[in-house]
Nanobody, 124 residues
């Protein structure tokens, strides 16, 4: 089992930045790919970014390419989502996820472990 805890959410003005963190604990010695998803009110959960176990492969939703950067520090069992040039449409609850396979996946069913989510609100 892997437990995930997100942090770093908050309220920011449009054009601002936030960095989300996802701390993993438990069976972290396995090679887990990590992902970030988000869910806005009344909408389905959507893929935001993913990173392979090694960090050598990343993938992004088209809506965040060039603005968001995913990274990880395996020594700290932590992944990060740096969000720049934030827009009001980025407002959502952001979830961290892990899958016990090392390669990136862009669909939520591929991930077995989820954090509780952290709210990101971007004001216009």
């Amino acid at each position: 089992q892997v437990q995930l805890v997100e942090s770093g959410g908050g309220l920011v003005q449009a054009g601002g930045s936030l960095r989300l963190s996802c701390a993993a604990s438990g069976r972290t010695r396995r090679t887990y790919a990590m992902g970030w998803f988000r869910q806005a009110p009344g909408k389905e959960r959507e893929f935001v970014a993913g990173i392979s176990w090694s960090g050598g492969t990343t993938d992004y939703a088209d809506s965040v390419k060039g603005r968001f950067t995913i990274s990880r520090d395996n020594n700290k069992n932590t992944s990060y989502l740096q969000m720049n040039s934030l827009k009001p449409e980025d407002t959502a609850v952001y979830f961290c996820a892990a899958r016990a396979i090392g390669n990136v996946a862009t669909y939520s069913a591929a991930y077995s472990y989820w954090g509780q989510g952290t709210q990101v609100t971007v004001s216009s």
